[in-house]
C-alpha cells in the first residue's frame, strides 16, 4: 500500500505565498512522475506542476513563473513553493505520483485559500 501525505496548505492573503509539501511511503516501488494538482469550485482539474525523476519540470499556463516544484528522490517527496498568489488559486491541492508497473497515486488534497 502506498500512502501519500499533503501538508502545507492553508489561508493567505493574495500576494502571499505557501508551500506545499507531499511525502510518499510505503510498498516501494519505481517513482518517475510527481506532480501538483489542482480542482477549484466549479472547474475541472488542472495541472499545477511536475517533475520527473530526471528533473524536467512542467508548469501550468495559470501559474507559470510563480511556482517552483522540487523534489527529493532519496526522501521520496515533493514540493511546490507558490509565490504571488491570486484569488483565482484557491483550490483543492492534490499531489500525484506516477511510476511502473502502471502505478498511480493520490493524496487526499489541501486546501489553499487566497483571500483578495
Known amino acids: 500500500q502506498v500512502r501519500l501525505v499533503e501538508s502545507g496548505g492553508g489561508l493567505v492573503q493574495a500576494g502571499g505565498s505557501l508551500r506545499l509539501s507531499c511525502a510518499v511511503s510505503?510498498?516501494?516501488?519505481?517513482?518517475?512522475?510527481m506532480g501538483w494538482y489542482r480542482r477549484a469550485p466549479g472547474k475541472q482539474r488542472e495541472l499545477v506542476a511536475s517533475i520527473t525523476n530526471g528533473g524536467i519540470t512542467n508548469t501550468g499556463d495559470s501559474v507559470k513563473g510563480r511556482v517552483t516544484i522540487s523534489r527529493d528522490n532519496a526522501k521520496n517527496t515533493v514540493s511546490l513553493q507558490m509565490n504571488g498568489l491570486k484569488f483565482e488559486d484557491t483550490a483543492v491541492y492534490y499531489c500525484?505520483?506516477?511510476?511502473?508497473?502502471?502505478?498511480?497515486?493520490w493524496g487526499q488534497g489541501t486546501q489553499v485559500t487566497v483571500s483578495s
Open positions: 510505503g510498498d516501494a516501488f519505481s517513482i518517475n512522475f
Open positions: 500525484n505520483v506516477k511510476g511502473f508497473p502502471l502505478r498511480n497515486y
